[in-house]
T-cell receptor, first 116, second 112 residues
Framework: NAGVMQNPRHLVRRRGQEARLRCSPMKGHSHVYWYRQLPEEGLKFMVYLQKENIIDESGMPKERFSAEFPKEGPSILRIQQVVRGDSAAYFC??????????????FGEGSRLTVL | LAKTTQPISMDSYEGQEVNITCSHNNIATNDYITWYQQFPSQGPRFIIQGYKTKVTNEVASLFIPADRKSSTLSLPRVSLSDTAVYYCLVGDIDTGFQKLVFGTGTRLLVSP
């Protein structure tokens, strides 16, 4: 059973370009979470999605950032017009739908965005 | 959300037992305590979770006193590969994982 798959692992963009980060959750998981981690800092929640629905985007910057989790295919975190401050590691996590949560999130290896 | 406080860093040697304590003075009745481990350039990995008293699995033990205002993650006989950042999270998991806040964690360095 493959784990959470994220790609690309590393992405370099120039200021003003767009960045697209993809996340395929573990098989059978319908809940996806995106976190951002700046160097030497903890992870900060960005957005929580279920298939075709954004459940909580309270951690997403109001502009330039968007996320989706379509019925088919991976979840995508999209950053438009990137700036240097967007340079960070972006982690995706998934969890199964269950009537009883276990408190366990399954994380991917992360996508490291560098903005030049 | 219950705020957690844990040491920024700890040093240990191979074979020793390591105890990392986390303070969460304003923990709520429905909150669980969860610990994650993160290696460099990797995503966090769930270690253990508990509500009260003691929980043990193949990796670690979690000790929670009766007042639940703190918890201690115990790693028996650490090895070099246990060098990582350890995060203590407190929250009501039934209201959504997004409510779990990752602080800066405790950076554990295990030396030979």
């Amino acid at each position: 059973n493959a784990g959470v798959m994220q790609n690309p692992r590393h992405l370099v963009r120039r200021r003003g370009q767009e960045a697209r980060l993809r996340c395929s959750p573990m098989k059978g998981h319908s809940h996806v979470y995106w976190y951002r981690q700046l160097p030497e800092e903890g992870l900060k929640f960005m957005v929580y999605l279920q298939k075709e629905n954004i459940i909580d985007e309270s951690g997403m910057p109001k502009e330039r950032f968007s996320a989706e989790f379509p019925k088919e295919g991976p979840s995508i975190l999209r950053i438009q017009q990137v700036v240097r401050g967007d340079s960070a590691a972006y982690f995706c996590a998934s969890s199964p739908f269950s009537g009883q949560n276990t408190g366990e999130l399954f994380f991917g290896e992360g996508s490291r965005l560098t903005v030049l | 959300l219950a705020k957690t406080t844990q040491p920024i860093s700890m040093d240990s040697y191979e074979g020793q037992e390591v105890n990392i304590t986390c303070s969460h003075n304003n923990i709520a009745t429905n909150d669980y305590i969860t610990w994650y481990q993160q290696f460099p350039s990797q995503g966090p990995r769930f270690i253990i979770q508990g509500y009260k008293t003691k929980v043990t699995n193949e990796v670690a033990s979690l000790f929670i006193p009766a007042d639940r205002k703190s918890s201690t993650l115990s790693l028996p006989r650490v090895s070099l590969s246990d060098t990582a950042v350890y995060y203590c999270l407190v929250g009501d998991i039934d209201t959504g994982f997004q409510k779990l806040v990752f602080g800066t964690g405790t950076r554990l360095l295990v030396s030979p």
